[in-house]
């Protein structure tokens, strides 16, 4: 596979998991989270927020990782490393992600399965 190759599929990867658009988010990050939570909550039932946000944050910075990394690779500059300040920068913007997925948790918008239902969101209740 070619280095360019490569780095758009690691790129467009990154991109997927990471928080800079607000429809990957919803549709992949959130997801995940909730999923991590969940098995947590398998195991022990007051783990499904810290799982939840641990997971979250895993699949930001990871995103941010692959995109920076796909990047090196398509403009080969692979020399360039993942700096500190990358990492901080990038982590910063799951923290402000984070808030919004506790406050979501805290309205009980999301939750473990057993208290999580769509029929809360039906109209006819």
Not at 19 to 46: K, T
Not at 49 to 75: D, E, R
Not at 80 to 97: A, P
Request: hydrophobic share 50%; charged share 15%; net charge positive.
């Amino acid at each position: 596979m070619g280095r360019k190759l490569q780095g758009g599929l690691l790129g467009f990867v990154g991109f997927m998991l990471s928080p800079l658009s607000w429809w990957n988010d919803w549709f992949v990050n959130i997801p995940i989270a909730l999923a991590g939570g969940w098995v947590a909550a398998w195991v022990y039932r007051p783990a499904f927020l810290p799982a939840a946000i641990i997971t979250y944050w895993l699949t930001n910075i990871a995103g941010f990782v692959l995109i920076h990394k796909g990047a090196l690779k398509i403009i080969g500059n692979e020399d360039k490393r993942y700096t500190r300040r990358d990492l901080i920068r990038d982590v910063c913007v799951s923290l402000v992600y984070t808030a919004i997925i506790i406050t979501l948790v805290k309205l009980d918008v999301f939750g473990p399965l057993d208290t999580f239902s769509l029929e809360k969101f039906s109209p006819a209740r």
